[in-house]
């Protein structure tokens, strides 16, 4: 599957603003499943230093410091991206996840895809005793990772509501938790939570989902947001598997990553320090359009 991406973001600044010095995780990333064929990032107004480079994860940062000054930034991401992942392995023939646990920690590895990165509390997701207590139930006794993992998945879809005025940014893993709702986000740090608590590791993956018009009914331009879901460690053979907790689906070619990190900080889309006053207004629109065959 081939997509066009479009990814604009507008800051609008109560006071003008002398400096902004920022950091950007908005190109997807290249790897073996998902090819990269343009992408490219516009700023407005225009940066006076640019730099970029790949973080340890492997993602693309970019960091811009612009200088004039300026009531409003517009940053536009401009991607097509090919598609195509391979199927993940059958649930029921996966280790059990007791294995998993112990091969992870036995990881002698410490490259960006090592699970050992992925073990252990973050910022965004600490341990916290009810996450834990709550993937517990679909942990049993031997029952392999990855089935384990998907039931996990799926009652999150089904206990936690999907409620964009529920959270913030910056809302706590363990308020999203006590209300069951929240978003994309608060979803997959409540999973990972979860299953670092058992010592299963996960990570965050920051992204874009492809959304399907109900039948008769045209895509609507900038419909589409950003996405997170969650990567599962299901042993050295498995691999890593990703798990979207918002959708409970296996992820698949509709699933377009940008960033992977321990939690949301890591792959912020966009952060960074301003220097001015008074309060601001942001601004997203996201448009994930598949290419017809003919125009490839």
């Known amino acids: 599957m081939i997509y066009d991406l479009r990814h604009v973001t507008t800051y609008n600044y109560e006071a003008p603003v002398a400096s902004t010095l920022c950091a950007l ?3 997807p990333r290249e790897s073996r499943e998902q090819h990269v064929i343009d992408a490219g990032i516009d700023v407005t107004p225009a940066p006076v230093a640019r730099h970029t480079r790949r973080d340890f994860f492997g993602n693309q940062v970019t960091t811009l410091r612009i200088e ?3 009531r409003e930034l517009r940053v536009t991401s401009l991607a097509r991206i090919e598609v ?3 199927p993940q392995p059958h649930a029921d023939l996966t280790p059990a ?8 920690m036995a990881s002698r590895t ?3 895809r090592s699970p050992a990165h992925h073990i252990f509390p973050s910022r965004l997701a600490p341990l916290y005793g009810p996450a834990t207590a709550y993937a517990a139930e679909s942990f049993t006794a031997g029952r392999p990772a990855l089935a384990a993992a998907i039931d996990l998945m799926q009652r999150i879809r089904r206990d936690f509501r999907y409620d964009p005025e529920a959270t913030l ?3 706590p893993l363990s308020q999203a938790f ?4 929240g978003v994309c986000q608060d979803f997959a740090h409540i999973m990972i939570a979860g299953l670092r608590g058992l010592g299963v590791p996960a990570a965050y993956v920051s992204g874009y989902i492809r959304t399907i018009p109900p039948p008769g009914q045209p895509r609507l331009e900038g419909a589409d947001v950003s996405h997170a879901w969650v990567r599962v460690w299901c042993g050295p053979n498995a691999g890593w598997c990703g798990l979207d907790p918002t959708n409970a689906l296996q992820v698949n ?5 940008v960033a992977v990190g321990r939690d949301y900080a890591d792959v912020s889309p966009i952060d960074g320090v301003i220097l001015s006053s008074g309060r601001q207004k942001m601004n997203v629109s996201v448009d994930v359009k598949p290419v017809e065959p003919a125009l490839v």
């Open 25 to 27: 995780r908005l190109s």
């Open 68 to 70: 004039e000054l300026h």
């Open 84 to 86: 195509h992942r391979a």
């Open 97 to 104: 996840w007791e294995d998993v646990r112990r091969d992870a």
């Open 110 to 112: 410490l490259d960006a």
């Open 169 to 171: 940014v910056s809302t």
């Open 178 to 181: 006590e209300q069951r709702g």
């Open 253 to 257: 070619d509709d699933h377009i990553e």
